[in-house]
């Protein structure tokens, strides 16, 4: 029953309040009801019209009505906090699984000053702001990130219940807002497949040698390091966290491939992740082999954006 | 959304503001006590924000709550009642404050705030005390604004300026709800407030209450009449009759209270007015001569007398229809006739003397009454509000000794003497006179007004009023008390700043003649604003009203003012104003383009002008938009931006299209 409420109120939101990059307010994207506060404040003025009524006191009328016309005013005044306020989908740049994913938008004011304008996507917690008059407010809100892939975090909230708190106003939009999220890296084992071609022999070769041969030297420990090639007797001169570097890694022609791995999907496209990261850090030139998707051996920003791309949408509908 | 739990400084602040204003109207009716509580505790709520002392934990917050309610109980006798209750709800309200420690708790302060400002009404209800009391309203708006989390609610100024303008723009509303709601009868019965110290009469006199009451100059009530106001010597406000004589006071006899209707015969012209009257505790009301009162709960009594059934608490307007010349009684009841036969056993011999005498001498009431008056007249009596001491025969001393003294002297003693004769009377209580108000064609009537004269009894005439003091002191009737105190400089000498005082300073007199005019309106108009009067008033101003006109205005008035009301909150002609600039900032850079830019301060025709002569190609069409924009932003012009908007197109036409944007550097 709630699921089909909740489904039909979405299709009815999606036709009064398209997506779109920029949205303006106005009374059809506005909605507007007593908050709790509100309806503590209504008590209150009936507590007092009950006084007044009793005593047969016409001060008390008059102030019972007058706090009951201030929150009628207030209505409009709630109302007019919020419209006319545009918002803008500004950028999100691509964060790993367990990151805080952040949408950057603009708030602006053609005319009035917006006040407390709060910002988020329930349940998390609203982000308040002000809106200058004929100004503009940039702001950037956060939401975390559970799985790997396209984040559309929805419907965004803006309320306000400015001045008096006793209203809420709110809106839910759609800036059509997305980010990429990538796979959480994962250290552990190299799923290494030397040269881009499909050699089974070779590559399961190096897949048991996996690129420990030929010690080049050591450096310095970084996270996602594996803890295999930790250098622990440095560590215990006291020479801090040392990790021997192996020339296998360099010089060859590197691919890392999904085949190669086992466990769950997941937890490979995590491996693989953290390689990526770490031959781009190194720019050490790499191929990616997915199922169904490969890449070429490359090195640069580029490369890595597109590396991580297949990673975070492997498996997801094109 | 993740409110702060902490109290913003400026909605603390205002809040602290906002318990000195509420609580100032209450000082009058509060125990002292509790100030010392409040001083206490706002101190120490200011340590507590300047982190100089911690919260009351849960020991001292029981403590503090235990010792408000021993407090209160020990000092009103109860913890129930309106007096009492008004100051547990005080005591509230500052415990409140002191450990108001989140956003929910300071909410629940504002609106105990809003309470304790209704509850002060219940005790004054004043046009002074409604003018205050906007400001705890407004601090107390201004604290809840301050609640909000917006840099504006960080600054004290704007926060109550926005709660000033919440309030005034209120107001129409607020105006319309107050004429059109409903009033209902009370729904239950709730504690009234004790009117403490009203002076005025009560049910037993001795001269010297009255002689008190002239030193008051606190208002007994106004009086507004249909047409002429009568002349002062005829206006004998009746309150209640004196029918128990001891040798000492005059009391009301308790058979007065018996409901018994008396018989009474309306006769020549009816005098129409209203009456508006001060919280008196009492439950007579007042009237001249024999009155009818629309009033309900209010009878008229076996002697004539107006009498609701709940005192008089707060000040309440009543029509009266009087018969100044009507017959009352002339039958008589024996039992009351025998009540205003009575006397005391023993005391006074030599008016009793005087009285058998006077009886064997004019065996008609009438003339006995004539020679009695007669006396007063000749004889050597004196009107003072200084009289000598008298003994135990009081009336004696009086008539035969000292011989001065003022109106309860010469009722009691003349009722006295009639009763002694075989003539029932008795001693009529009220005012005498009163002041008029020019300015809002009313009478206000003083406690100095205060008076008492005799009625007698004749068979077939009925009960007859005499007023003995006429004949001592005639301009006690005519002029008033002042005039009658000439000689003795007494009147109101233990009051010397009273404006009262002052009546032959003219602008003063204006004033304080103006003021008690304000304060009249402001009773009839406001206070009295209810059930009766609210039908009537509607009435006059709209013809025939029912339920549902009532509310069809409500609906429809308020629709319309909230209607006005969005249109100046949200002016859309500047929406448009908005448009047509934003119109004439593309034409700018339209033009910029061709390298002809807007100086700093050039105005739109000069611009437009100079435009035309770097183009005159495109001339025509420059021009056209920029009459259209004169016409519609000085002009005050009701063209809509469209036919702007096609101007500018028609130009962009005309142009000869370039990329370059001309910035102005």
């Known amino acids: 029953m709630t699921r089909l409420f909740r489904s039909r109120w979405n299709r009815w939101l999606a036709r009064r309040i398209p997506a779109a990059a920029s949205v303006r307010l106005t009374q059809r994207q506005i909605f507007i009801i007593p908050s709790q506060v509100g309806a503590a404040f209504a008590l209150a003025l009936a507590l007092m019209l009950l006084a007044a009524i009793n005593y047969q006191n016409s001060l008390a009328y008059g102030l019972t009505f007058l706090l009951g016309s201030v929150f009628i005013v207030a209505i409009l005044h709630t109302y007019r906090n919020l419209a006319g306020l545009e918002l803008k989908a500004g950028g999100a740049s691509a964060v790993f699984v367990g990151e805080q994913g952040r949408f950057r938008l603009r708030l602006e004011s053609t005319q009035r000053a917006h006040q407390a304008i709060a910002l988020g996507w329930p349940p998390g917690a609203l982000q308040v702001h002000d809106v200058p008059a004929e100004g503009v407010s940039e702001c950037e809100l956060s939401i975390a990130t559970q799985r790997r892939g396209w984040l559309r975090p929805g419907r965004l909230r803006v309320e306000s219940r400015f001045p008096l708190g006793i209203l809420l106003a709110w809106s839910w939009i759609d800036l059509d807002q997305a980010l990429l999220v990538y796979p959480r890296p994962l250290a552990g084992e190299l799923p290494l497949t030397a040269g881009s071609d499909d050699d089974q022999q070779e590559q399961g070769a190096h897949a048991q040698g996996q690129g420990t041969d030929d010690f080049q030297g050591l450096r310095s420990y970084q996270p996602g390091d594996s803890k295999r090639r930790m250098h622990w007797k440095a560590y215990s001169r006291g020479q801090g966290l040392l990790v021997k570097d192996f020339a296998a890694l360099s010089g060859r022609d590197l691919c890392l491939d999904f085949d190669s791995l086992s466990g769950d999907v997941e937890r490979r496209l995590s491996l693989l992740c953290h390689w990526v990261l770490h031959l781009s850090e190194r720019q050490q030139p790499f191929a990616l082999r997915l199922p169904g998707c490969q890449l070429a051996q490359d090195s640069g920003e580029q490369h890595r954006e597109a590396c991580l791309r297949a990673l975070a949408l492997f498996g997801s509908p094109p | 959304m993740s409110a702060p739990i902490s109290i913003p400084r400026v909605s603390l602040s205002w809040l602290l503001v906002a318990q000195v204003l509420v609580i100032i109207p209450h000082l009058a009716h509060l125990p002292v006590w509790i100030i010392a509580l409040w001083l206490g505790c706002a101190g120490w709520r200011i340590q507590i924000f300047r ?42 309200f500052i415990l409140k404050m002191l450990e108001m420690h989140t956003r929910r708790d300071a909410l629940v302060l504002i609106f105990l705030g809003f309470f304790a400002v209704v509850t002060a009404y219940l005790f004054d209800d004043s046009i002074q005390l409604a003018l205050f009391s906007l400001l705890p309203v407004t601090t107390l708006l201004a604290a809840l604004i301050g609640l909000q989390q917006s840099g504006l609610a960080m600054r004290p100024w704007p926060t109550a300026r926005l709660a000033a303008g919440l309030l005034v723009q209120a107001l129409p509303l607020m105006l319309l709800l107050f004429v059109f709601f409903p009033r209902l009868g009370p729904l239950w019965s709730l504690p009234a407030p004790h009117s403490k110290g009203v002076t005025g009469l009560s049910d037993s006199m001795a001269p010297a209450d009255i002689a008190e009451l002239s030193r008051s100059t606190a208002l007994a009530f106004r009086a507004s009449f249909e047409g002429a106001v009568p002349p002062r010597d005829q206006l004998y406000w009746r309150a209640l009759t004196l029918e128990r004589f001891d040798g000492r006071r005059w009391s009301q006899a308790s058979a007065a209270q018996l409901p018994l209707a008396p018989a009474w015969e309306k006769r020549g012209e009816p005098l129409r007015y209203s009456i508006v009257m001060q919280p008196s505790s009492q439950r007579w009301l007042f009237g001249l001569d024999v009155a009818e009162t629309t009033l309900d709960q209010a009878r008229q009594m076996n002697d004539f007398r107006l009498q609701r059934q709940q005192p008089v608490e707060r000040s309440l307007l009543y029509q009266v229809t009087s018969w100044p010349q009507a017959l009352r009684e002339p039958a008589g009841t024996a039992t009351g006739l025998r009540r205003a036969l009575q006397l005391p056993a023993t005391g006074d011999p030599r008016s009793r003397v005087w009285a058998a005498e006077l009886k064997r001498r004019y065996p008609q009431p009438e003339e006995l009454v004539q020679a009695l008056l007669g006396h007063f007249n000749r004889e050597p009596y004196g009107y003072t509000l200084r009289p000598p001491q008298v003994g135990v025969n009081s009336i004696d001393d009086f008539l035969f000794e000292t011989r001065n003294g003022f109106c309860a002297h010469y009722a009691g003693a003349m009722t006295f003497v009639l009763r002694a004769a075989g003539i029932p009377a008795r001693v009529v209580a009220g005012y005498q006179g009163g002041e008029y108000n020019p300015s809002g064609n009313y009478l206000q009537v003083r406690q100095f007004d205060a008076h008492a004269w005799v009625e007698y009894w004749q068979a077939g005439r009925g009960w007859v009023s005499v007023d003995p003091t006429f004949q001592v002191a005639p301009e006690r009737i005519e002029q008033g008390l002042e005039e009658a105190l000439a000689d003795e400089q007494s009147f109101l000498e233990s009051s010397p ?38 039908l009537e008033t509607l009435q006059r101003w709209f013809g025939r009203i029912d339920a549902r006109w009532i509310a069809l205005s409500l609906v429809g008035g308020g629709g319309l003012l909230l209607s006005l009301l969005a249109l100046w909150l949200f002016k859309p002609w500047q929406r448009e104003r908005d448009l047509q600039r934003r119109l004439f900032q593309r034409f700018e850079q339209l033009l910029a383009r061709h390298a002809v830019r807007r100086a700093p301060g050039e105005g739109a025709r000069a611009y437009a002008e100079r435009a035309m002569q770097a183009l005159p190609e495109q001339a025509q069409a420059i021009r056209a938009f920029a009459a259209a924009y004169e016409a519609q932003q000085y002009a005050g012009g009701d063209a809509s931006v469209v036919d702007l908007r096609m101007h500018l197109r028609a130009l962009r036409r005309a142009l000869p299209w370039r990329f370059t944007t001309g910035r102005r550097e």
């Not at chain 2, 003063?508 to 609210?534: F, H, I, K, M, P």
């Open chain 2, 497 to 534: 700043f009273s404006p009262l005082r002052y009546r032959q300073l003219g602008w003063l007199n204006q004033l304080r003649l103006s003021w008690d005019s304000l304060n009249y309106g402001w009773q009839r108009w406001v206070l009295g604003y209810q059930g009766a009067q609210q």
């Open chain 2, 51 to 92: 982190m100089r002392a911690r919260y009351p934990n849960a020991w001292a917050k029981a403590g503090l709550m235990l010792g408000a309610a021993v407090g209160v109980f020990v000092s009103r006798g109860s913890l129930v009642g309106l007096d009492a209750g008004v100051v547990l709800l005080i005591a509230a």
